[in-house]
Nanobody
């Protein structure tokens, strides 16, 4: 059974940091690209960061320089380290995985190529 389980969300003041974790199981982790998405109330789900099987990464312009995505193939974990958080980062954050050996890096931030999704973890940033 495929499972993506996010953790690490919470409430933080503006300027603070959080590190999200996602534990993967039930699929071949090393052959899947991984991503973090977020969805704020009333807004569409948007890609935050993605990482392919070669560890190449892609970030949304809004988080570039502040967020870092990483993956650990031995632990089958994917992480999102978030620094300099602002209230605009408030959202539910989702971990996702997909498999396409030819995926373009630009598509790592698009929801459609992803097959598996976690349930999400809430991040709230107060001013």
């Amino acid at each position: 059974q495929v499972q993506l389980l996010e953790s690490g969300g919470g409430s933080v003041q503006a300027g603070g940091s959080l590190k999200l974790s996602c534990a993967a199981s039930g699929f071949d982790f090393s052959s899947h690209f991984l991503g973090w998405f977020r969805q704020a109330p009333g807004k569409a789900r948007e890609g935050v960061g993605g990482i392919n099987i070669d560890y190449n990464t892609r970030y949304a312009d809004s988080v570039k320089g502040r967020f870092t995505i990483s993956r650990d193939k031995l632990k089958e974990m994917v992480y999102l380290e978030m620094n300099s958080l602002t209230p605009e980062d408030t959202a539910i954050y989702y971990c996702a995985a997909g498999k396409d050996l030819l995926i373009r890096q630009s598509n790592l931030l698009v929801p459609a190529p992803y097959t598996y999704w976690g349930q999400g973890t809430q991040v709230t940033v107060s001013s």
